[in-house]
T-cell receptor, first 113, second 114 residues
Framework: AQSVSQHNHHVILSEAASLELGCNYS??????LFWYVQYPGQHLQLLLK??????LVKGIKGFEAEFIKSKFSFNLRKPSVQWSDTAEYFC???????????FGAGTRLTVKP | EAGVAQSPRYKIIEKRQSVAFWCNPI?????LYWYQQILGQGPKLLIQ????????DSQLPKDRFSAERLKGVDSTLKIQPAKLEDSAVYLC????????????FGPGTRLTVL
């Protein structure tokens, strides 16, 4: 079964700083990739997803992620974070030949105003 | 569009007691998932339904956990008897088809086992 690693447990940035959150997965087959976000007091919601095609995908609120197949990575980026981006971010992987969605442990992002 | 509904939002029980959680998915969504999210970890899939049939329950501790989805709509997840390590948030999600598409999550039920 596939597994997901998120390298950073807690990231603290100042507003306007650039963000990159790492995500690596282990699975030899074809995958679908997701980033979910959970704002304080809210439920999980989708930021962006990759199924096929252009490996650079754009999501809501200025976020983007790049799928690098050779590195089994799907890192999340944002050029300039805002205080409202404070949240927990989860990377998730779903193998195409099964329905098992695996989540990483999450990265807590704190943006200081 | 109404989201995924879950109840209760919070539950506190003592170990060895029983507890049940309820989920109402988004209307028309054929696939329903139950996840367990322990503090500091990502969600872990417990069981997945396609309509009222089980697609995957390989990570469900079947000696104490059970789930059903009668009529292919609402679902209940039960724990009997509960253990201390069951303290977690239980998330329900639904999607129109198998997980290739986005899963929509409910607010979760926070369970504390004392």
């Amino acid at each position: 079964a596939q597994s997901v690693s998120q390298h950073n447990h807690h990231v603290i940035l100042s507003e306007a700083a650039s963000l990159e959150l790492g995500c690596n997965y282990s699975y030899g087959g074809t995958v679908n990739l997701f980033w979910y976000v959970q704002y304080p007091g809210q439920h999980l919601q989708l930021l962006l997803k990759y199924f096929s095609g252009d490996p650079l995908v754009k999501g809501i609120k200025g976020f983007e992620a790049e799928f690098i197949k050779s590195k089994f990575s799907f890192n999340l980026r944002k050029p300039s974070v805002q205080w409202s981006d404070t949240a927990e971010y989860f990377c998730a992987v779903n193998a195409r030949n099964n329905n098992d969605m695996r989540f990483g442990a999450g990265t807590r992002l704190t943006v200081k105003p | 569009e109404a989201g995924v509904a879950q109840s209760p939002r919070y539950k506190i029980i003592e170990k060895r007691q029983s507890v049940a959680f309820w989920c109402n998915p988004i209307s028309g969504h054929a696939t329903l998932y139950w996840y367990q999210q322990i503090l500091g970890q990502g969600p872990k899939l417990l069981i997945q339904f396609q309509n009222n049939g089980v697609v995957d329950d390989s990570q469900l501790p079947k000696d104490r956990f059970s789930a059903e989805r009668l009529k292919g709509v609402d679902s209940t997840l039960k724990i009997q008897p509960a253990k201390l390590e069951d303290s977690a948030v239980y998330l329900c999600a639904s999607s129109p088809l198998i997980a290739r598409l986005e899963q929509f999550f409910g607010p979760g039920t926070r369970l504390t086992v004392l």
